[in-house]
């Protein structure tokens, strides 16, 4: 790189991190004002409308005010018309529009539009968040290694955004410099390379609202002699943060907090399970997994096809990532949460259902039982399932008491 290069770069760095400092100071400022004007003194009658400040954006964007406590999701059961779907999100890779170059290389072309939009990010609590194509976390990319892939992105949202790719790429694909204003577009193109696990998320200051927002997805790359076979899925564990103090209020799972308590992940015994676990929380440090009554193989990054760790738990910073591969020995229920407990309790906890075999019949939500409180590891309460029903008439399949004891 010539030195006038290196200079350009080093001015534009310091440049950018000055205004990040300058908008992260005035944006404290505002959410300081804020909290002045949300809790007025005693016996004071407040009638004017409160304006809110969303990061270091200014006002002017609608927001829907929670009180930013955690609600139980159990009625989540009678949605139909989710825009985050954890459910589909588990298991779905976006293979792209397949074709072969001339030279006989396989090319993969996608399509991501960065839209503004209003999500239910849990039952009753709304988030204006900003989606790559319509939901959080964005689609699963998925590649083989040597591939061309080729990402149309559209930004229809109101923001400045980029796509940075992690993984190896030219500097003017890795979405950084190139800033794509509201209407703009670009197109991003790299070999997938190498092997195994990435992300991808926006790359606009201020990062932390740009991330925290919900611009962030999953990128595998497959080696070019697959894995063995396996009932994949995806885990991206993120949170929310409703109030716009820095905090969140609510943790997940692929998006929605508690969701798999309520719509345990079906698996069956003795198959092999390889979840492509991705941690992109804003606001704290660390975030982690861990799994009941097993333990996995973990595959750090996914760059390798050796296993680093034999563990039943693994702490990740943001942006870490790693392939966990298990069976199951016995069937039945088994809790995978955060073991900070914090997190799992304010929605990171879900459930795997473990299956006899695929004879058994798909289990659609878990029913409340007369003093239900979830998770069962708390509530002690009846575990029973309800099938998916062929006809009026549903099963209902009862794993007996749930065992008491924790984590
Ligand atoms: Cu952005």
Redesign the pocket.
């Known amino acids: 790189m010539s030195r006038s290069k290196i200079i350009f770069i080093s001015i534009l760095l310091s440049g950018s991190l000055t205004a990040a400092f300058a908008i992260s100071f005035l944006s404290g400022v505002s959410v300081i004002a804020q909290n002045n004007n949300a809790f007025p003194k005693e016996g004071e009658k407040t009638t004017t409308r409160e304006t809110i400040v969303t990061g270091g954006h200014g006002n002017g964007y609608n927001t829907i005010r929670t009180t930013g406590d955690v609600l139980d999701s159990i009625n989540a059961d009678e949605r139909t018309d989710l825009t985050i779907d954890p459910m589909k999100y588990l298991r779905e890779f976006n293979y792209g529009r397949v074709s072969t170059t001339e030279n006989g290389t396989t090319l993969r072309e996608f399509t991501i539009i960065?839209q503004d939009k209003n999500l239910e990010v849990s039952p009753g609590v709304f988030m204006d968040a900003?989606t790559f194509n319509g939901t959080i976390p964005g689609p699963t990319i998925r590649a083989t290694e040597g591939d061309l892939v080729k990402i149309k992105f559209i930004n229809n949202?109101s923001?400045?955004?980029?796509m940075h790719f992690h993984g190896i790429h030219q500097s003017h694909m890795d979405g950084v410099f190139e800033i794509i204003a509201p209407g703009g577009s670009f197109t991003y193109e790299f070999t997938a390379e190498p092997f195994g696990l990435f992300l991808y998320?926006?790359?606009?200051q201020p990062?932390e609202?740009?991330?925290s927002?919900g611009?962030y997805g999953v990128y595998i790359v497959d080696p070019k002699s697959p894995r063995p076979p396996a009932d994949e899925m995806v885990m991206m564990m993120n949170g929310y943060d409703n109030d716009f103090d820095t905090e969140n209020n609510f943790y997940t799972v692929n998006g929605i907090p508690n969701y798999y308590m309520h719509h345990p992940i079906q698996i069956e015994k003795d198959k092999l399970i390889r979840v492509y676990l991705v941690n992109i929380l804003e606001f704290d440090q660390i975030n982690n997994f861990h799994l009941h009554a097993n333990l996995f193989q973990l595959y750090r990054t996914g760059t390798s096809l050796t296993p680093n760790e034999y563990t039943d738990m693994v702490t990740f910073s943001q942006g870490e990532r790693a392939i966990l591969e298990f069976s199951y020995k016995y069937p039945g229920p088994y809790m995978f949460h955060a073991h900070k407990t914090e997190f799992a309790e304010k929605g990171w906890t879900g459930l795997f259902l473990v299956k006899e075999d695929q004879s058994e019949p798909d289990v659609t939500a878990f029913t409340k039982g007369e003093k239900a409180v979830y998770p069962p590891e708390i509530s002690n309460n009846t575990f029973t399932t309800q099938t998916k029903p062929k006809d009026s008439q549903s099963t209902v399949v009862s794993y007996g008491e749930a065992s008491q004891g924790g984590s």
């Open positions: 960065a900003w949202g923001k400045p955004h980029t998320h926006c790359h606009m990062l609202e740009h991330i927002k611009l």
